[in-house]
């Protein structure tokens, strides 16, 4: 299945309605919407357009670190999150992290020569790039409420938003957030550990690195042969990275796409900002980037960046909008203890649902062979009554029986 339209060549990619890019699926393409800093994030909708019927709710979903919107997609059609929400009649909008291979557009900087492309956090995705592409959303859509969906990372940007954005905040009738991660003092993935450990990201930043894991049509291609001569090598590398299902719920295959899609791209800064946390282990802040206090170097410290010493974080607490965590007890990156931390940390009457899988690791919400009829219906069923209770139910399809 293809799913992606190239970004403009013009670099001053301005919001748009221009939406007319179909490609195979049922996917949608849209311009490209201009971030703060001049960065444009694509974003990908499943085609929701009905002539002379009411407009459909909308799902906007953001995907994990080191992952793209096609991550949403891999489990294929009647099986994946995504075309199961447009099945049920939402109009779904899949985002893309600035930096990965299909959001790398700017209007003056190019990413394979300036590094101040490169010079954003997962910080900078909560501050501005998620407001601006909902509030695009709204703009094209003309419904004002979302149900948001993040996954990872993507529960991170969206928590983080939702923190400090109150006008983002009114725009969300529910969070579903998926191996959800906000504190990660207790994170046991060996790959990410060790390598925090070793300070690689502070290396790469010293050596002058900008991106870190650049997608390479090459090395995907030889990944994929690679995975499927040795599924069980490459499904051994995701668990040691994200956490096992003792029951093996990677089928071959999949195995196989998604490490035809690895890597897509961030920023080595913004690998920084997860390392820094890790190395932190702090139970109750989430914190922007640290700069540090040296002010002499690159004109760049937390007093000079912040106006304060310390970096400004989060408050968690003052979170209204509903939320819905879906966790595993065998999730190698957000661990029951780490997923506790969050649930503290919130006010009370907002985690409106959790559900906790003893065998999932940090994978099988995305990529479970079990996941589309063990836990999606779930889903779909929450988003549908936050859909209702937000107005937007009229256009909503019953469910199958």
Same mark, same amino acid.
């Given at each position: 299945m293809s799913l992606v339209a190239r970004p403009p060549a013009d670099a001053a990619c301005a919001a748009s309605a221009a939406e007319n890019a179909t490609v195979t699926g049922g996917v949608t393409c849209p311009a490209d919407v201009r971030q703060a800093r001049h960065h444009c994030r694509q974003t990908h909708k499943r085609d929701g357009s009905r002539v002379g019927l009411a407009p459909r709710p909308v799902a906007f979903m953001q995907h994990a670190l080191m992952d793209s919107s096609a991550g949403w997609l891999l489990l294929g059609p009647?099986?994946?999150?995504?075309?199961?929400?447009?099945?049920?009649?939402?109009?779904?909008?899949?985002a893309n992290s600035r930096g990965n291979r299909y959001s790398r557009n700017h209007t003056s900087l190019d990413p394979d020569?300036?590094?101040?492309?490169?010079?954003f956090t997962w910080s900078d995705m909560a501050d501005y790039d998620v407001p601006a592409m909902v509030g695009h959303v709204a703009d094209v859509t003309g419904q004002q409420r979302v149900v948001y969906f993040g996954y990872s990372q993507g529960s991170m940007i969206g928590l983080a938003a939702l923190a400090s954005q109150p006008a983002l905040a009114r725009r969300i009738s529910l969070a579903v957030?998926?191996?959800?991660?906000?504190?990660? $003092?207790?994170?046991?993935? =060996? !790959?990410?550990v060790l390598s925090v450990k070793a300070r690689l990201d502070e290396r790469l930043l010293a050596a002058g690195w900008g991106?870190?894991?650049?997608?390479?049509?090459?090395?995907?291609?030889?990944?994929? $042969?690679?995975?499927?001569? =040795? !599924?069980g090598l490459c499904e051994r590398y995701l668990t040691s990275l994200c956490g096992a299902n003792p029951r093996g719920n990677l089928a071959p295959e999949i195995i196989e796409l998604v490490m035809g899609h690895l890597p897509v791209g961030t920023s080595v800064m913004n690998m920084a900002l997860w390392s820094q946390a890790v190395r932190r282990g702090s139970a109750s802040e989430l914190l922007r980037y640290d700069f540090g206090s040296d002010c002499s170097r690159d004109g760049a410290c937390n007093r000079l960046v912040y106006g304060a010493d310390r970096p400004p974080g989060y408050n968690l607490s003052a979170i209204t909008t509903p939320l819905a965590l879906f966790t595993g007890d065998r999730d190698a990156i957000s661990p029951p203890a780490d997923v506790a931390l969050l649930k503290a940390a919130l006010a009370p009457g907002v985690l409106a649902h959790h559900h906790a899988e003893p065998d999932y690791g940090h994978l099988d919400y995305e990529l479970g062979i079990d996941t589309p009829a063990r836990i999606y219906p779930g889903v779909v069923s929450l988003a549908?009554?936050?859909?209702?209770?937000?107005g937007d139910i009229s256009a909503l399809k019953a469910p199958a029986v």
């Open positions: 009647g099986r994946a999150l995504a075309l199961q929400l447009a099945d049920a009649g939402f109009d779904v909008w899949l020569v300036d590094a101040a492309f490169w010079r957030l998926m191996a959800p991660v906000a504190f990660t $003092r207790h994170m046991t993935s =060996l !790959p990410f991106e870190w894991g650049a997608y390479s049509p090459r090395f995907s291609a030889r990944s994929m $042969r690679g995975c499927r001569l =040795l !599924p549908r009554t936050a859909a209702a209770a937000a």
